[in-house]
């Protein structure tokens, strides 16, 4: 391990989306190529909103156990409530210490995805105001993360516009999720080390916190965003695609300093997907002699889901 000062990630502001997209599309490919990750300041997406939303979902929480339970449905977890101690990290035994809310895209009847998503649920007799408010959530960072990816594209030498049409029906989640408060001898980590399954990860809330990125050396880094930032992160997908050009690199949430483990753990994030019958197909511009295809056969992103959904005992 090194001696050296661990490395930071630094913010990009989104701020130069439109007046230096090239300058944009540089730092956060760079940073995703680096680390995994990139922080996105100034995103614009009003922070009344996000706290309504992140208001909503503490509002579910704070329920009953009955009551919460009444909202666990089939379909792998993937929408409504997922109870405490159900999914487990891919390669670990003891399961993470958060219980979720799932809300996924809304298709209308006849769509050629309805065997991939069901219709949502909604806690409205409980909380009145969370479907507006998370729903708004959903589809605020739905689109910032098709921007994101269209300077993904761009880095990746690719028409701008490239992964449209690739996630416009995407089963996209929206995850709410509580950890509760820990006590000072209780597990040192609250989700163990993992890499997400999807293309992108956007990541809101965090009032407390614990998330930490595995940097090359091994050394964990700790993400501490400015206040009412982004922390975006590659997917499996993705890595995929790009022939590891952009790494979906491990993380893992750890319990804070002892004063703060009475605490619980909020945070909102967005995993997008590709369509269910994209085939993830290694990009050409991401092969070459020194960097050889590692994935000759292609996969669907449906396929490849249920696959992950299983090893993390989801599906």
């Not at 995994?36 to 509002?59: C, E, M, N, T, Y």
């Not at 993937?78 to 487990?88: C, H, I, S």
């Not at 298709?107 to 009145?128: C, I, K, T, Y």
């Not at 595995?214 to 964990?220: A, E, F, L, N, Q």
Request: proline letters at 8%; one cysteine or more.
């Amino acid at each position: 391990m090194s001696d050296a000062p661990p490395a930071t990630i630094e913010p990009v502001s989104f701020a130069r989306f439109d007046g230096d997209f090239a300058g944009f599309s540089r730092d956060l490919g760079d940073s995703f190529a680096r680390f995994g990750f990139a922080v996105v300041r100034d995103h614009g997406l009003p922070q009344a909103q996000i706290d309504a939303a992140l208001g909503a979902a503490k509002a579910f929480f704070e329920l009953g156990e009955t009551e919460k339970r009444a909202y666990k449905v089939g379909l792998a977890g993937q929408r409504g409530y997922t109870p405490f101690g159900v999914e487990t990290a891919k390669g670990h035994v003891h399961h993470d210490l958060k219980e979720f809310w799932h809300v996924g895209r809304d298709l209308p009847a006849g769509h050629r995805f309805r065997s991939q998503m069901a219709d949502n649920v909604w806690p409205d007799a409980e909380v009145a105001d969370f479907r507006p408010a998370v729903g708004w959530l959903y589809g605020a960072l739905d689109a910032m993360g098709l921007r994101l990816l269209e300077a993904i594209a761009a880095w990746l030498g690719l028409e701008r516009g490239f992964f449209a049409p690739t996630v416009d029906a995407g089963n996209s989640i929206l995850r709410l999720l509580h950890y509760p408060p820990v006590g000072e001898d209780g597990p040192h980590i609250r989700a163990g080390a993992h890499e997400d399954i999807n293309v992108i990860t956007l990541l809101l809330g965090a009032e407390e916190a614990g998330l930490e990125v595995k940097d090359r050396d091994g050394r964990w880094l700790p993400i501490n965003p400015p206040p009412g930032a982004l922390v975006v992160n590659i997917g499996d997908m993705l890595q995929r695609l790009s022939n590891h050009r952009l790494p979906s690199t491990t993380h893992r949430v750890v319990n804070p300093a002892p004063e703060r483990r009475g605490h619980s753990r909020y945070s909102t994030p967005f995993f997008l997907h590709f369509n269910p019958d994209y085939e993830i197909r290694t990009l050409a511009s991401c092969v070459d002699a020194a960097r050889p295809d590692r994935y000759p056969q292609p996969i669907t992103a449906d396929e490849y889901l249920q696959e992950r959904l299983r090893e993390i005992k989801l599906a």
